[in-house]
């Protein structure tokens, strides 16, 4: 049994009954590995290719194609159990982006122009030339085949800093901030193509009644509307008009995520100042006749502080993020990378040799290895940037390999570039080889790297000769 002292602050998570010590906290622990989503990703991706090949792989797109039909007076929503996904479930991935890029903009890396001006031109690099390499494989087939051109572009978060965490120390702290701040440029840049390249059929109507909703969101933060119910709805709500308009849904999460507040409430002080008053009360109270109502006020009072103490945005993804991490994405790769090679007309091998699969495994594989490491020497050199603190360049070449894991973002615009299901299964190959060939190559370089230890004293002209703490 625990000291009387624990035993005061234990709660049914902590305790020892068989649901919460079998079950809950296990699963808890294994969320806080850094590598964990990257893994369960990797799984569903798995499970949906042997689903789709396997003897009644036509059960697959028969699943996924299931239409799911909602009538709630005059609303009217039927949408693929694969369109749900992509188009509902996305939200709560895109919002957790929308999370980070603003507390990053904010209060992270990326607040201090000359330290976001390094991996902002690394992911420009890194955008540019992946597209270019692909819009160069593709320039004979013309058609639809030139809407890919985004797919290479992106940076996979969840694969990326999976295979970081497994070499430790090898990698600085530095360098781990470069390729998440690079990969949160490179969502910046993904969205914008999500925006302005896959739009189609813009009802002007729709649009503008999810832009006037995000307009009360603003005015609903700016009078001092705190309640998260509220929130919650209206965002559902602006998602519907977003949705209805023709631009792609995911982009009100982004749009909400921007506006999510990055400071409390209350400051440090007033948490102190109002939890000691409250907490006053509660000892006078104790010792008042029919006390239970007013010690039941008091806690609920102090809940309200604490709860008000804690950024918005901090609170938000505190709760979101394993949902986004563990459920959305993973069921996500589920419902989309189940490739289907028996439905190749022209076999597997051409398949796998087609203009498309080879532009986006290139563009992932060659393209962000170059595009990244190029632009940065030349950032470098102007003086534009400065290399991250004990990083040299041969971690920079290594995480710029990383980058080229390029899963979730690009089967995501595969999706929308692409009305053809060869093309999209091609280029799906292509994500898939070009993905895993960057991942060994980035995690090769890195572990070959010099450690941090290493480079402390002999960092390279440009760099930041600073110590990290």
Do not use: C
């Not at 631009?247 to 009100?252: D, G, K, M, P, S």
Request: glycine content about 10%.
């Amino acid at each position: 049994m625990p000291p009387e002292t624990e035993r005061v602050y234990e709660t049914w998570v902590h305790s020892d009954r068989r649901i919460p010590k079998g079950f809950v906290r296990p699963i808890m622990r294994f969320t806080q590995i850094e590598a964990s989503s990257g893994s369960l990703l990797l799984i569903a991706a798995l499970i949906a290719l042997i689903w789709a090949n396997a003897p009644f792989g036509e059960t697959y797109d028969q699943f996924w194609d299931t239409h799911l039909h909602l009538e709630i007076g005059p609303v009217h929503f039927e949408e693929s159990f694969r369109h749900i996904v992509n188009d509902a479930l996305m939200v709560i991935f895109f919002f957790v982006v929308g999370l980070e890029i603003k507390r990053e903009l904010v209060v992270g890396e990326l607040r201090d122009p000359k330290k976001a001006a390094l991996p902002a031109i690394a992911a420009l690099g890194g955008m540019i030339l992946p597209a270019t390499i692909y819009l160069l494989f593709v320039a004979g087939e013309g058609g639809e085949a030139t809407n890919g051109w985004a797919i290479p572009m992106a940076t996979d978060i969840a694969f990326s800093v999976g295979v970081i965490s497994l070499l430790g120390s090898r990698v600085s702290t530095g360098a781990k901030l470069f390729l998440l701040a690079l990969a949160i440029a490179d969502d910046i840049g993904a969205i914008l193509v999500i925006a302005v390249a896959y739009t189609e059929d813009l009802a002007l109507g729709w649009l503008a009644a999810g832009l006037v909703g995000l307009l009360l969101v603003y005015v609903a933060q700016r009078v001092g509307i705190r309640s998260m119910l509220f929130y919650g709805v209206a965002g559902v709500i602006v998602w519907f008009f977003i949705f209805e308009s023709g631009v792609h849904a995911t982009l009100a999460g982004v749009a909400l995520g921007l506006m999510t507040p990055v400071f409390p409430l209350y400051s440090e002080d007033d948490y102190y100042r109002r939890s000691s008053w409250i907490l006053g009360r509660f000892e006078m109270n104790r010792a008042a006749p029919n006390h239970r109502e007013r010690l039941d006020y008091d806690a609920m009072q102090m809940a309200a502080v604490a709860r008000e103490s804690i950024a918005p945005l901090d609170r938000l993804e505190h709760t979101l993020t394993p949902w986004s991490s563990f459920v959305v994405v993973p069921l996500f790769a589920l419902a989309n990378a189940g490739v289907r090679f028996a439905d190749f007309e022209s076999g597997v091998g051409d398949a796998l040799t087609s203009p498309v699969a080879l532009g986006v495994a290139l563009g992932l594989l060659v393209g962000k290895l170059f595009g990244i490491t190029i632009a940065t020497w030349i950032a470098v050199r102007l003086g534009i940037g400065k290399l991250p603190t004990r990083t040299g360049w041969p971690q920079i070449i290594g995480l710029a390999g990383l980058a080229g894991i390029g899963f979730t973002v690009s089967l995501f615009v595969t999706e929308l570039a692409f009305t053809d299901a060869n093309l999209e299964d091609s280029a799906k190959i292509g994500i898939f080889i070009g993905s895993f060939l960057a991942g060994v190559i980035g995690y090769s370089l890195l572990r070959r790297a010099k450690s941090p230890e290493v480079m402390a004293g002999d960092l390279p002209a440009g760099s930041d000769q600073t110590t990290a703490t």
